[in-house]
């Protein structure tokens, strides 16, 4: 009876502890890591169409990337995408312990968990490479728990299976972003996830000796706890979390919540400064308030394109509210193709779409629209927006549409990547309705310390 | 696998799901379709023409093929037709040089409508094995993934030869001589740049085209038809965006050259007259015979310009001895295109020296980002060009090929949604007539197209599969051995 008891409890500590790591890893990525799960999911486009699940999957380590992909979709909801980092990781560690008796040593059965959660802290890092983890223990539980007969025949067709469902897990492809960069901390969860086992195996009577056993249970976990716990405060880039939170702010207009960040705390990043500007810009306050914020002269203003798939997403949004419709769509454009795993983006997508259907190109604007409609959260606007397509007063009367067709540039030249003052010059002077255009205008004479262009522009405000 | 798969569904389906057309509302007009295969004229070996109704409030499509013998070819779907593969080419082969009717039905919310019957031609000339073409997002100057590909005309087929999956860098200029594969020419571009060359089903070698005495690398090349020489330009290229027009993107010249690389001797033979400072001069194609170089020459802009509206190029040529390898001291303007204030691209012969097709726009050389570019066709006969109104659109048409015996030809255009590049085909006669195009079937065209948000680039014909080893390639490609390209002195007249 005692011993039932003792076991009993000591259950329940183990589920509270797995409880408790479940809450870390989901407390981290909804309060501190929040953005790093959206700047995850702009970077992907899941379709639920027969011929996109079909391409993934087809290729070894498909099945693993495809759930991962599946998974990603919700990170566009921070709180979501903690909770399913969450049940992932604890699912790991709850297969670890089910692979063997870990007993005094409970502690290293959350290893392998902690070490994707440190996996997961890189922003390239794909949740592919979670589920090819807890796949490959998955198939390793299902192999140790089969019936001794016949248990080689099953291995030998396992492993053709989950080479097929994890296989680049050897290789690290499909698991991170950059295709040269090598997962060594996704190596280290997975030969983790199968040596320990194995260890604790080997010294199975010691570990699951019950003199101390619960204490030792404690130590172990608070152990693995500590070390990991310090590691991923090490690795933590809460650096990158602030510059995708600007990102993230601007790509949903959320102006008042930009100014009320950057009051807080200065931006003094490139994204930030772009994306503290445009807020400015967009309340009214940029000329006023220039000096008040850190700047970087005219490249934290209007950035040069650089030609990856990062620092041109926020310097678009200028452009796009700025009415360069053009500019901001070409800006996209390359963005997306920078894409280092070749991914198609939703964030991207609709942009594309819309700045098709302001230049009039409805056709195009229509692919992309109906790529979107096969999305679980873009579906919608997908739908809304489609109406739109050909219907030239409903695009007049549109807030957005209708307000920056009518600022977009009326005479064609060409550009390149640098943004000059005669572009400015041009959107404003071509409609001095857009205030937008004579904030940039004025904050980059104010930048440039061309005080005599600022006064004429202000001459020609004020005579207006 | 998948093509296993989707047999066994369209069985399933085809059995499961054929519904019989009862009361339907006779209508006197043609139906609207897509792909418009309205009045076109195919080959016999052709994949089958499967199309959809335009209007996507149709529940349910039905068609019947019908030729002068009693034959007939029928079937429905909800989306897309999907006529079966053997039956249609048996039809098509029982039609050779004759016409066949197709009855098309479609079911709206208030029943079955059946439309005026359209013909479609069976030329009795038939279209190569295939296509080989570069599948590319069209973009500015970034790329993502791209790769180039092989399609079976006759059926639904595609193979990637190459992706840039395999290396670093992009992949594209994939040429044959006159569609056969054994000498065959690729160009890669970014750190690990090198042009495969194949010649007579030789071993891929790996060249480095660039030398000391010639601008950059050889790009645009085109194989003489004795296989032994490769005409090839060498362009400074840069690009500039537009703001406000939708053409996008200009692609232009600061400089560029001609050359004409002698396998034989792994030397480029040059020449002053091709290589002049104040004339741009790109897109060199050999005649038929091989004895003349088409090429497009433009008068250069002064250093800085961008009055890219200016450029026009000509359509010049220039004699060629293939038995030395020298060139001729007479440069010929054969379409003064710069006096029309117009401008040429693409020059592409006939095999059989008949004519001539090349791309009209308004200025330039980058034809593929002008939405006014057309198909001329020059015959060489006469001298007299016209524009190929029964296979131009509103939109862009710009690069071209012939197929092998010259009846042929596939050309891109941009007609689909004024962005996408896809393949078209259009039958030429001995005359010079030209039939009303056809896009690349698919299995279902709309899925299909609205799918894929690639430009089908550069379609080359192949009268074969290619045969091309895309591991050995990629293999080559990422290993570091180049050949250099040696350059002949000028052989002075």
Known sequence: MKGSLFRCSLFTIKALYTLLFGVAVFLFFGLAYPHHLHYQEQYQLFLFDSTYVWEIIRLPGGVADLLGRFCTQFFLFAWVGAAIVAVLLVVVQLLMLRLVSFGRLFGLSFVPSFLLWLFLLDENALLGGVWAVLLTLLAIWSLVHHPPKGRGFVILVTIPILYWMVGPAWNGSHYHRYPTVVPVLLYAAWLSAIILPLAVHACKKWANDTRFSTLFSHLSFLLVAFCMGLLLWKNANFKAERVMQYDFMARHQQWNRILSTIKAEKPNNQIGVTVQNLALAMRGMLADHLFEYHQNGIAGLLPDVERDATSPLPTSEVFYQLGMVYVAQRTVFEAQEAILDFQKSGRCYKRLAQTNLIIGHYEVARKYLTALQKTLFYREWAKETMSLLGNEEAIAKHPEYGRLRQWAYAEDFYFSDHVTPEMLEDLFFSNTDNRLAFEYLKAYYMLTGDRKRYTNLLLHSVSR | ?493
Not at chain 2, 7 to 13: A, D, V
Not at chain 2, 33 to 62: H, K, M, Q, S
Not at chain 2, 67 to 92: A, C, I, M, P, V
């Open chain 2, 1 to 493: 696998m998948k093509k296993i798969l989707y047999t066994l569904l369209s069985l399933l389906l085809f059995s499961a799901c054929s519904e019989t057309i009862s009361d339907a509302r006779q209508e006197i007009v043609p139906p609207q379709i897509y792909p418009d295969y309205l009045g076109v004229t195919i080959p016999t070996n052709v994949a089958p023409l499967n199309f959809c109704i335009a209007d996507e409030a149709a529940l349910r499509i039905d068609a019947v093929i019908t030729d002068n013998y009693g034959n007939n070819l029928h079937s429905q779907g909800r989306e897309s037709l999907k006529f079966n593969l053997n039956d249609w080419h048996t039809l098509l082969s029982q039609n050779c040089g004759d016409s066949l009717s197709v009855t098309v039905s479609a079911k709206y919310d208030d029943g079955w409508h059946t439309y005026r019957p359209f013909t479609i031609y069976v030329s009795p000339d038939s279209i190569d094995y295939g296509i080989c073409y570069r599948l590319i997002e069209p973009g500015y100057e970034v790329w993502s993934k791209m790769g180039i590909y092989e399609r079976n005309l006759s059926s639904f087929d595609e193979r990637a030869l190459i992706e840039n999956t395999q290396f670093e860098g992009c992949v594209n200029c994939h040429s044959f001589n006159r569609g056969n594969p054994a000498d065959m020419s690729l160009h890669i571009r970014g750190s690990h740049g090198a042009t495969l060359l194949r010649h007579n089903d030789s071993p891929l070698t790996a060249f480095n085209t660039k030398t000391s005495k010639t601008l950059g690398f050889c790009v645009y090349p085109y194989w003489h038809p004795s296989g032994r020489y490769i005409a090839y330009s060498t362009n400074a290229t840069s690009q500039l965006f537009h703001s406000a027009n939708g053409n996008r993107i200009e692609v232009f010249d600061t400089a560029s050259d001609l050359l004409v690389y002698d396998i034989d001797t792994n030397e480029l033979l040059l020449s002053p007259l091709l290589g002049q400072d104040s004339i741009y001069e790109t897109f060199p194609v050999f005649s038929a015979d091989g004895r003349s170089l088409y090429y497009c020459a433009a008068r250069a802009l002064p250093e800085g310009s961008h009055q890219l509206d200016s450029i026009h190029y000509s359509l010049c040529r220039i004699d060629f001895d293939p038995s030395t390898g020298t060139f001729g001291s007479r440069i010929d303007t054969i379409v003064n295109a710069a006096a029309r204030h117009k401008s040429v691209s693409f020059p592409r012969p006939s095999y059989d020296g008949r004519f001539l097709c090349y791309t009209l726009s308004d200025y330039g050389q980058f034809s593929i980002w002008h939405h006014e570019a057309d198909l001329y066709l020059l015959d060489l006969s006469t001298g007299e060009s016209r524009p190929m109104t029964g296979a131009n659109s509103d939109d862009t048409e710009s690069f071209h090929n012939w197929s092998s015996n010259s009846r042929w030809l596939v050309f891109s255009s941009r007609r689909d949604d004024g962005l996408f590049t896809r393949p078209y085909f259009c039958h030429i006669d001995a005359k010079g007539v030209v039939g009303r195009p056809f896009m690349l079937p698919q299995r279902n065209p709309r899925r299909f197209y609205r799918n894929r948000f690639l430009s089908f680039n550069v379609p080359e014909f192949i009268i074969g599969p290619t045969r091309f080893n895309g591991h050995k390639a990629s293999r080559i490609i990422n290993d570091d051995y180049r050949k250099d390209f040696g350059v002949r002195k000028y052989v002075e007249h």
